[in-house]
């Protein structure tokens, strides 16, 4: 099991749909599964498109710095990894 960051869960989040999102998923999530990986990645953009920099940024470095990619190449687990480097990168660079 690992700490969830302030991102992943619902107790502060202020955005209603978010706050549903959050909650219904920040108990399953697991770094060794697709689905909770997915979950994770649409939250990126979400976060994105609501203009939250510092909440993509975190989360993105959950998922960089927690998932360990599996060998051989698994596109469904790699995929996540790489939303999560393209939009720290965005929110570093463009906005």
């Known amino acids: 099991m690992v700490i969830?960051?302030?991102?992943?869960?619902?107790?502060?989040?202020?955005?209603?749909?978010?706050?549903?999102?959050?909650?219904?998923?920040?108990?399953?999530?697991?770094?060794t599964r697709r689905r909770s990986l997915w979950d994770v990645s649409d939250l990126l953009f979400y976060y994105l498109a609501l203009r939250r920099w510092l909440e993509a940024i975190?989360?993105?470095?959950?998922?960089i710095d927690n998932v360990k990619l599996p060998q051989p190449y698994v596109a469904m687990k790699w995929i996540p990894v790489c939303d999560a480097i393209r939009v720290k990168h965005f929110c570093l660079y463009e906005p």
């Not at 549903?20 to 399953?28: G, H, L, P, T, V």
């Not at 975190?58 to 998922?63: A, L, M, R, W, Y």
Request: proline fraction near 9%; charge should be neutral.
């Open 4 to 31: 969830l960051p302030p991102a992943l869960r619902s107790i502060d989040e202020t955005n209603p749909f978010l706050k549903r999102y959050k909650a219904s998923r920040e108990d399953k999530i697991v770094l």
């Open 58 to 63: 975190e989360t993105s470095d959950f998922i």
